[in-house]
């Protein structure tokens, strides 16, 4: 028989395909890589251990990439010659890190269980390993998500908010992926984890809406520690923390914004809005409701999918399938259409 025979199979093989939304439960792997949810905690108890930090930035991935077409690991994708990727859109560029993280679980997930488990779900499940295993609340994830075949630059860079947001621009993305001012607020409280440059903070220091002046909301004190930080001539890549204790989840980020001494404008906006100050007030004092609040919002955020074909990457950086001109190497094959 011709080999041509069987080059429409080979196609179909080697196409993606087109399936609706995957279905999410607990316990998607339960059966084909038992191990997943271990598998994935122990990599970022060693992430913790060489780098306390990276367990924030990579936390910070799920709000990247979910928010981006769903939760699909588009954001993992590296650049390639034909398409330009989310990392260095403007809100990711010299900012995400500790992608090697990721690298290291899906290395660790390859060796035990081939092909099974997305880099999309090993972002969800990372974000509430960290969470976790910083003081925060732990909760069960839903999974079985596919990684994309490709990534938006131009998208990350038209939906991810600036450091400049205030808490209505905020309310109204939020809304567009149906999370509520509740959800906002809660979720903001990430910021209770890691760093920000001095880059995302110099026009509220020196500039803030063109007056030439500093954000009023400062606390003095706060700001003048901040201007030690990022003086004028800074590097902008300097970074200070995002709340007086960074390296532990709790409610400290709310108690900082009631005092004036919130990192980013955007977190500091959510004290000055009458609509958001409700939540910010009760999450200060109650940490409870606010570690509540915020399980809500990240599995709301972990269920944002797009209707898209998909894979389960074997790298989390490039896409699995290769393009359709490989085909004529295969096995002597020489088609003539
Ligand atoms: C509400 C809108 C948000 C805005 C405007 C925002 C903006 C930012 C900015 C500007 C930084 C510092 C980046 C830099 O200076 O390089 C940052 C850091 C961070 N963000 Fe957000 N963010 C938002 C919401 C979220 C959400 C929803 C999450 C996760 C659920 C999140 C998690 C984090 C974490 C953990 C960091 C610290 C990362 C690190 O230390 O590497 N953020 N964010």
Request: proline share 6%; aromatic share 8%; glycine share 6%.
């Amino acid at each position: 028989m011709s080999p041509l025979f069987f080059l429409p199979f080979l196609l179909l093989l080697l196409l993606p395909i087109a399936v609706p939304a995957a279905q999410l439960r607990p316990g998607h792997y339960s059966e084909t890589c038992p191990e997943a949810e271990s598998i994935v905690r122990d990599i970022m108890k060693k992430a913790l251990v060489k780098e306390p930090r990276s367990l924030a930035s990579v936390m910070r991935f799920q709000f990247h990439d979910c928010f981006v077409n769903g939760c699909d690991g588009s954001m993992l994708l590296d650049d390639t010659p034909t398409m330009l990727g989310e990392k260095l859109s403007l809100s990711n560029i010299n900012s995400l890190r500790s992608y090697e993280v990721v690298d290291e679980a899906k290395e660790a997930l390859e060796k035990v269980c081939p092909g099974v488990v997305s880099c999309a779900d090993i972002v969800i499940m990372a974000a509430r390993d960290a969470v976790a295993l910083t003081g925060g609340p732990d909760w069960e994830v839903k999974l079985g998500r596919l990684d994309s075949l490709s990534a938006s630059q131009e998208a990350s860079d038209n939906i991810m908010p600036s450091p400049r947001a205030n808490a209505s621009s905020l309310i109204d993305l939020f809304a567009k992926f149906n999370l509520s001012v509740k959800d906002l607020v809660a979720l903001s409280g990430s910021h209770s984890i890691g760093q920000g440059r001095c880059f995302s903070i110099m026009f509220r220091l020196y500039n803030q809406s063109g007056t030439g002046r500093p954000d009023p909301a400062f606390e003095p004190k706060y700001r003048e520690k901040l201007n030690r930080l990022c003086p004028l001539n800074v590097d902008q890549n300097v970074t200070g923390d995002l709340d007086a204790t960074p390296l532990v989840f709790d409610n400290q980020y709310f108690k900082d914004l009631v005092s004036g001494r919130g990192f980013l404008n955007s977190d500091q906006t959510l004290y000055t809005y009458p609509q958001t100050r409700t939540y910010v007030k009760q999450f200060s004092s109650k940490q409870g409701e606010f570690f509540k609040a915020f399980v809500e919002g990240m599995i709301k955020m972990g269920d944002l999918q797009f209707d898209q074909p998909g894979e389960v990457r074997r790298n989390c950086r490039v896409v699995n399938h290769r393009p359709v001109n490989t085909l004529w190497n295969l096995g002597g094959m020489n088609p003539t259409f």
